[in-house]
């Protein structure tokens, strides 16, 4: 890919359809080809979806030299997802949670069930990062379904977006050192939860002090 | 005894009712503790514990018993059973409803039993927040029985792996006078005290240590005010092993029945779930390995260690798939720009090779027939 087609390409992400589409056909993508992913962007951009993700989709598959026929599918992939994340994320996602739901859609096993319930736990406040750590999860050979029982129940205790990223992070690590995916999802989240309260009270465990000791002590408030 | 059976079947039948998730957790102590404590001997007692915590998605219950053997063959056994259960949220504020049930018991002497519930309004979240409430309740030995009034307020506040938590509770009942119960003649005194105290946790890492203490205040003709504190601190020798040490000073436990006592104690403990361990198990897989923090409002860092490259681009959806050159500081090859939170695909590449997916993130399907890695940017 050279760098003037580089610089066309980048003219594509904010030019009219008809000088996006020469864009395009100076990249190495033939004008019909152009002319459809130019009205797949332009149907998302009617219907008020976020264009970015599409766009860098279809970056990705010329600069990847992928063939035509693929980039469109790719590219009307992305917008079906967009169309499908904004449905679940209703009402009224941001573009930033439609694109992270887009994202989470493509990881195979993500469904918009699952979409749903983080929305439903999470009303009201932006969901891209839970959405993250469950696109990490599920990518990771979580089953959905677990997957997405442990994210909203980290929603429900208040997991800051900081300590869902690191619990990401702390299971691929752990994963690439060998240790046994569930067995590290069962410790991390031990390790979480354990300065996160329980969604009920809880702090009746700290009411009187109890007079023999072992030494055990309670383990949350 | 028939109030605190009815008392009983309240909490058994608010926490049975909500269904529990898998979440809960189970751990048994054995060890020894040297212990002074009131009515027996300086000694050292052989002790056996176990917790069982229970949580679902609006309900909580811990079952926490206690036996210790004193060197002089003297027995001491206590259970206690916490439950609670929350509400929806409405507004700001959600109820909550606590049961609280205990045992405490010694050789030649009565059983101590006791058994309460009470109401809260809670406002926040699990992160940060308060609660305010009163309960009531019964607590026999023999065939005496007196009643318990509480009223209650707490607040906590989670940072990272440190968690505060602050009580206060005012309660009153009346001193249990033995065998024989009051009679018609006698008028036993109110007792009423005030608990102000704090409690301190951190988890993390395999090493969980906490630190409990506050101050007590005696009303009444006899004022006093005393003092307790606890420390404990368990480290995950192995997943499912730890030490765990305490030493500290309790008040007596005037509901319970537990008498107040200074101890230190070491225990094995044993748990039913895994735990990160202190000591590292594995080494890290050969390979680039790339992490993401926030630094600022927008800003975010990328860091990627490759030691052994000269140079590392990174390609990926925030950078429209163009090739983006990170920047050698210190052993890591480092990007900071603008990067909206969530997940995002990526791949790397060390010294104009091919493209790949650093060996610590999970990989996905690009749509195009090749795989790219995705990381969550927080």
């Known amino acids: ?221 | 005894m028939r109030r605190a059976r009815l008392i009983l079947l309240c909490v058994c039948a608010l926490v049975a009712r909500t269904p529990l998730h898998a979440q809960w957790a189970l751990t048994a102590d054995a060890g020894v503790s040297h212990l002074r404590q009131a009515g027996i001997p300086e000694s050292n007692a052989q002790i056996l514990g176990a917790t069982l915590d229970a949580a679902g998605a609006r309900s909580a219950l811990r079952t926490s018993i206690l036996a210790a053997r004193a060197s002089s063959d003297r027995w001491t056994g206590q259970g206690v059973m916490l439950g609670s259960i929350v509400g929806p949220t409405a507004g700001a504020a959600r109820w909550e409803l606590d049961g609280a049930v205990s045992a405490f018991g010694e050789t030649s002497e009565l059983p101590t039993t006791s058994a309460e519930v009470a109401a809260r309004a809670r406002i926040g979240s699990s992160l940060r927040g308060g609660a305010i409430g009163a309960g009531l309740g019964t607590r026999a030995r023999g065939s005496t029985n007196n009643p318990i009034y509480r009223a209650q307020g707490d607040a906590w506040w989670s940072i990272h792996d440190e968690r505060v938590f602050l009580n206060v509770a005012l309660t009153r009942t009346r001193p249990l006078v033995g065998l024989a119960p009051p009679s018609a003649q006698t008028v036993t005194p109110t007792l009423s005290y005030v608990d102000v105290g704090a409690n301190w946790r951190h988890d993390a890492g395999g090493l969980s240590i906490g630190l409990v203490g506050g101050a007590r205040g005696q009303g009444g003709a006899s004022r006093t005010t005393s003092g307790w504190a606890v420390l404990d601190a368990a480290a995950w020798v192995q997943p499912r092993f730890a030490v765990a040490v305490g030493a500290g000073r309790t008040l007596e436990d005037v509901v319970r029945g537990v008498p107040h006592a200074t101890f230190v104690s070491v225990a094995l403990r044993i748990s039913a779930q895994p735990h990160a361990t202190i000591i590292a198990r594995h080494a890290a897989r050969a390979g680039p390995h790339i992490r993401a923090e926030r630094v600022r409002d927008d800003l975010r860092r990328i860091d990627v260690q490759a030691d052994s490259a000269s140079r590392v681009e990174i390609t990926g959806d925030f950078t429209n798939w163009s090739p983006v050159p990170l920047t050698r500081t210190g052993n890591v090859w480092r990007l900071e720009r603008t990067i909206p939170p969530g997940p995002h695909r990526i791949a790397i590449r060390l010294d104009d090779g091919p493209w790949i997916v650093p060996v610590n993130l999970p990989r996905v399907d690009d749509d195009l027939g090749g795989t790219v890695g995705i990381i969550t940017i927080p």
């Open chain 1, 1 to 221: 890919m050279t760098r003037r087609s580089l610089w066309l390409l980048c003219v594509f992400v904010g030019a009219h359809a008809a000088g996006a589409q020469d864009s395009l056909v100076l990249a190495g993508v033939g004008r019909e080809t152009a002319v459809r992913l130019a009205e797949i962007v332009d149907a998302a951009r009617s219907s008020g979806l976020p264009t970015d993700p599409i766009i860098s989709k279809i970056s990705q598959g010329v600069l990847r030299h992928a063939s035509p026929e693929r980039i469109v599918v790719a590219a009307q992939s992305v917008a079906t997802r967009l169309e499908e994340a904004r449905a679940a994320l209703a009402p009224a996602p941001t573009p930033a949670d439609i694109t992270a739901g887009e994202n989470a859609l493509g990881v195979s096993g993500v469904t918009r069930a699952a979409l749903q319930a983080v929305r439903s736990t999470s009303p009201n406040r932006p969901v891209a990062v839970p959405l993250g750590l469950l696109a990490q999860l599920v990518a990771s050979n979580v089953p959905a379904k677990r997957a997405t029982e442990i994210v909203t129940d980290l929603i429900r205790r208040g997991a800051s977006n900081a300590q869902l990223v690191a619990l990401g992070n702390e299971v691929n690590s752990d994963v690439e050192r060998g240790v046994r995916l569930i067995a590290s999802l069962d410790v991390r989240l031990q390790g979480l939860t354990a300065v996160l309260a329980p969604p009920a009270g809880g702090s009746a465990a700290a009411s009187a002090p109890v007079g023999l000791q072992s030494g055990s002590g309670p383990k949350k408030p």
